[in-house]
């Protein structure tokens, strides 16, 4: 097991009928701003709820934050932040709000000139204005962790940011919200979810065997409630067990003491800032042609996947390994989510070059947990999943 540093700072509620928690964990003299998407969630109640929660508190409202979180829709935010003198964050949304939120936080503090340079420069944030969140979309684990990833059509970037300074004082996880939540968007969540313990665990072993084992729970208990939540997303304890393995995904607890990958979403990334694909749909996308190319590396831990996540107890270790991968994409498939670009957009083999081009501008020579994924791999590894 590798040396680590573990913290994370966030306060989470979670169950039904916790939103009115809001009104105690935002500091009494804060005027809020309340951030949130498309509007689902006047449609659903939600809305209300934390309207209500808020009564007390001077508020104002940025809706409209797009499913990939954009770039110059947030500098709209943070000019409300600045000319009305905010001084906390309230994401009520998914992954794209809650992370449109980390960015203003760093954003709204940050001295330099350029905040695009937050993300191109890979900036550290440090202190960012506080912020909560009241999560009504699964999947991300952007509500107990630090990280972000903006979206800038205009250039067709798409970056990664964090920092200590990026956690959530509070999430409220009330799994309820799912009911309202389209089947699509729960299919992506599960994706995701799954795809972020992937990029945790399927390196080489390293004997952090509770890592594993929590890892291997996660994916377990993924595949075991995705056809309940799927069938019925008004089942209460579907409801539990999806939204806190998404959570538990991606909070930082299985990615201590171990190498990690995240190739995945690295490659994954650049097609949705091409092309426009939902994010979990470009991770389906590229996993399969991923473990195949780097099959050799992975083997050993593609091998225990299959053994304790998808029970085949026979073959060898190569034959385990490649069943694992066509489990993987099987369960993907289970779910309505394609695992071909191809089945995507008839401008597939645009992908290739365009990644090769970025991944060299920018320096990203070396992907993967032995950072020896080069760009002429990637080309490969795009190029087997058309």
Sequence with gaps: MLNFEFKNPTKIYFGKGLIEKVATEIPANAKVLMLYGGGSIIK?????????????????????????????????ALDIIKNQNITYLLAVGGGSVIDGTKFLSSAALYTGTNTWDILQKGIRTEVGMPFGVVLTLPATGSEMNSGAVISRSETKEKFGMGGPGLFPQFSILDPSVISSIPHRQIANGIVDAFTHVLEQYMT????????????????????EVAPEIMKDNTNYNAQC????????????????GVPTDWAIHAIGHELTA??????????AI???????????NKKEKLAQFATRVWHINEGNVDEKARIAITKTEAFFHSLGIQTKLSEYTENYKEAA?????NFTARGMLGLGEHKNITPTDVVKIVEMSY
Excluded at 67 to 75: D, T
Excluded at 204 to 223: F, H, K, V
Excluded at 286 to 296: D, K, V
């Design 274 to 283: 091409l092309f426009g694909i939902d994010h979990a749909r470009t991770l």
């Design 241 to 256: 067990e999806f939204m806190w393995s998404c959570t538990m995904a991606l909070n930082g607890l299985i990615q201590k």
């Design 44 to 76: 659903n109640g939600i809305y209300e709820q934390v309207k209500s929660a808020l009564k007390n508190f001077e508020v104002v409202e940025f809706g409209g934050i797009p499913a990939n979180p954009e770039y110059a829709v947030l500098l709209n």
């Design 353 to 357: 070059p365009f990644i090769f081009k």
């Design 204 to 223: 080489y072993p390293t004997g952090a065997n509770l890592q594993d084992r929590i890892a291997e729970s996660i994916m377990q208990n993924l595949i």
């Design 286 to 296: 590229i996993m399969g042609s991923h473990y195949n190319f780097n099959f050799e």
